[in-house]
Each structure stands twice: as structure tokens, then as C-alpha cells.
């Protein structure tokens, strides 16, 4: 289930390395890496892949330096990227249960079905759902903001209550028109450029930029459960080091 221009999987490392503990992170920065050689991790599973296509690997530029680092520091790296965003409890369940239009009785719905697996089941890279009490903008945004961990937010509020809302983690901004289609008042993704917030106003829809990474971060604790429980004889932790990068002053 990822894009077609997606690197997933098994990037770095030996394969017959034996693991007893493992880093959960959504990065692999130089501070991840870091912190999986002081903590003895011997894999770091990511969100993001550490690199989508090589030339070379060298120590000469910066994603060549990280590789190197992990290879001799005898650390390995399995990433997941697209298929996360689109996999049932991934990353945009855990991003709909923040939103507050899941929980634990309740599931959104698909935003859209961007294709099917072999066993015929949908899969998608975006949720919508319904608060179970509206709100206004400035209340909501409250709330999304601590439940996000994020340091910031930035929005256009259409003046509209906050109801039915879409969310598409990360760069999601391509997917507005579905979310508009969908009779949605409010849109929740990340990476919005200045003229998707005109056609906000001008649609009339709240529109909310959570951040890349804090739209997607949430994720990172479901799989690191998910990882314990299924070897539970392996150590497994998640990343303090990787963090909100953006901030606001």
C-alpha cells in the first residue's frame, strides 16, 4: 500500500544481526542515531525512510554521513513511510483519534480510497469523522494543540463551527478538494502553502497546519506497543532526542 515512488523497508544494516533493543523514531537524525549507540539500540525502525534513491554512499554528504554512522556503529534501520500513513491504526487513525473524531467505540471513515490490497480490502491516506460536540474555531484549536504536542498552529478560521473534519497526515494539502467534496468544514493536515489558505477563505473552510511532524509523531508510541508486544523479549523504546523542529516565536 505506498506510493509508487516510496522506499520502505529493510534500508541499512546486516541482516543476520541479532537485535535486543530497539529505537522507535519518526526521524532518523544525526541525534537519533546518537541516541541508538548511547541506549546500545541495534535497529531503529522510522517513519520517514532515510534516504528514497542513492548514487553513493560516502561520508562526503549528509545522508552518506548517516549511513556510515550507523553501519559502523553496527545499527540498522527499517523504515516505514506511506504504507503507515494508510495502514488501519497507523498514522492517520492516530491522527483522526487526536483530532477527536475517533476513539475507542468509534472509527472515521475513509477520506478517500487511493486503492486496494490483494485481499480486496480499501486502503486510504486520509480519515473524516464528526466531533461529538462542535466547537468553535479558537476552542477546537486549543484542544488540537495539546493533544498534538505541538508548539504552534497556524489556520485560517472560516468562522464556521468545527464538526466534520478531514485529516491527512503530513503533506496532505493535495488532498483539500476531497475534503471540501466531502462537505467537511474543517481540513487538518500539514506543509499548507499560502495560496491553499486563500482558497480556504475563499471556499469558506477552516483549514489547520499541524505540523509535519507533530501530525505524524503520535503515530511513533502505537508502533513501538505494537513492536513490544510482538517481541517481547527485545527492549523496545521510543526516540526523546527527535523532535519538533519548526518553531514559533
Given at each position: 500500500?505506498?506510493?509508487?515512488?516510496?522506499?520502505?523497508?529493510?534500508?541499512?544494516?546486516?541482516?543476520?544481526?541479532?537485535?535486543?533493543?530497539?529505537?522507535?523514531?519518526?526521524?532518523?537524525?544525526?541525534?537519533?542515531?546518537?541516541?541508538?549507540?548511547?541506549?546500545?539500540?541495534?535497529?531503529?525502525?522510522?517513519?520517514?525512510?532515510?534516504?528514497?534513491?542513492?548514487?553513493?554512499?560516502?561520508?562526503?554528504?549528509?545522508?552518506?554521513?548517516?549511513?556510515?554512522?550507523?553501519?559502523?556503529?553496527?545499527?540498522?534501520?527499517?523504515c516505514m513511510h506511506t504504507?503507515?500513513?494508510?495502514?488501519?491504526?497507523?498514522?492517520?487513525?492516530?491522527?483522526?483519534?487526536?483530532?477527536?473524531?475517533?476513539?475507542?467505540?468509534?472509527?472515521?471513515?475513509?477520506?478517500?480510497?487511493?486503492?486496494?490490497?490483494?485481499?480486496?480490502?480499501?486502503?486510504?491516506?486520509?480519515?473524516?469523522?464528526?466531533?461529538?460536540?462542535?466547537?468553535?474555531?479558537?476552542?477546537?484549536?486549543?484542544?488540537?494543540?495539546?493533544?498534538?504536542?505541538?508548539?504552534?498552529?497556524?489556520?485560517?478560521?472560516?468562522?464556521?463551527?468545527?464538526?466534520?473534519?478531514?485529516?491527512?497526515?503530513?503533506?496532505?494539502?493535495?488532498?483539500?478538494?476531497?475534503?471540501?467534496?466531502?462537505?467537511?468544514?474543517?481540513?487538518?493536515?500539514a506543509d499548507i502553502k499560502?495560496?491553499?489558505?486563500?482558497?480556504?477563505?475563499?471556499?469558506?473552510?477552516?483549514?489547520?497546519?499541524?505540523?509535519?511532524?507533530?501530525?505524524?509523531?503520535?503515530?511513533?508510541?502505537?508502533?513501538?506497543?505494537?513492536?513490544?508486544?510482538?517481541?517481547?523479549g527485545t527492549d523496545v523504546?521510543?526516540?526523546?532526542?527527535?523532535?519538533?523542529?519548526?518553531?514559533?516565536?
Amino acid at each position: 500500500m505506498k506510493m509508487e515512488h516510496d522506499n520502505v523497508g529493510f534500508l541499512v544494516g546486516s541482516s543476520d544481526s541479532d537485535v535486543a533493543k530497539i529505537l522507535v523514531s519518526l526521524d532518523i537524525t544525526n541525534d537519533v542515531i546518537t541516541e541508538a549507540l548511547d541506549t546500545g539500540a541495534e535497529l531503529i525502525v522510522s517513519h520517514h525512510p532515510l534516504f528514497k534513491t542513492l548514487n553513493s554512499v560516502t561520508d562526503m554528504d549528509l545522508t552518506g554521513k548517516k549511513i556510515v554512522r550507523l553501519i559502523s556503529g553496527g545499527v540498522s534501520a527499517i523504515c516505514m513511510h506511506t504504507n503507515l500513513d494508510a495502514a488501519r491504526g497507523g498514522v492517520n487513525d492516530t491522527l483522526a483519534r487526536a483530532a477527536g473524531i475517533a476513539g475507542e467505540n468509534r472509527e472515521a471513515e475513509f477520506l478517500f480510497e487511493e486503492g486496494f490490497l490483494e485481499s480486496g480490502e480499501a486502503f486510504s491516506y486520509g480519515r473524516v469523522g464528526y466531533l461529538e460536540h462542535p466547537c468553535s474555531m479558537p476552542e477546537y484549536l486549543d484542544k488540537l494543540k495539546i493533544s498534538l504536542n505541538a508548539n504552534g498552529l497556524r489556520y485560517h478560521d472560516s468562522g464556521r463551527k468545527v464538526h466534520k473534519i478531514a485529516v491527512v497526515g503530513g503533506s496532505g494539502g493535495i488532498d483539500f478538494h476531497k475534503a471540501v467534496k466531502k462537505g467537511c468544514d474543517t481540513f487538518i493536515t500539514a506543509d499548507i502553502k499560502y495560496s491553499l489558505f486563500l482558497e480556504a477563505k475563499e471556499t469558506g473552510i477552516n483549514l489547520i497546519d499541524g505540523g509535519h511532524f507533530c501530525t505524524e509523531n503520535p503515530v511513533m508510541s502505537i508502533v513501538a506497543e505494537k513492536l513490544q508486544k510482538a517481541f517481547p523479549g527485545t527492549d523496545v523504546i521510543t526516540s526523546e532526542r527527535d523532535n519538533q523542529t519548526v518553531m514559533f516565536y
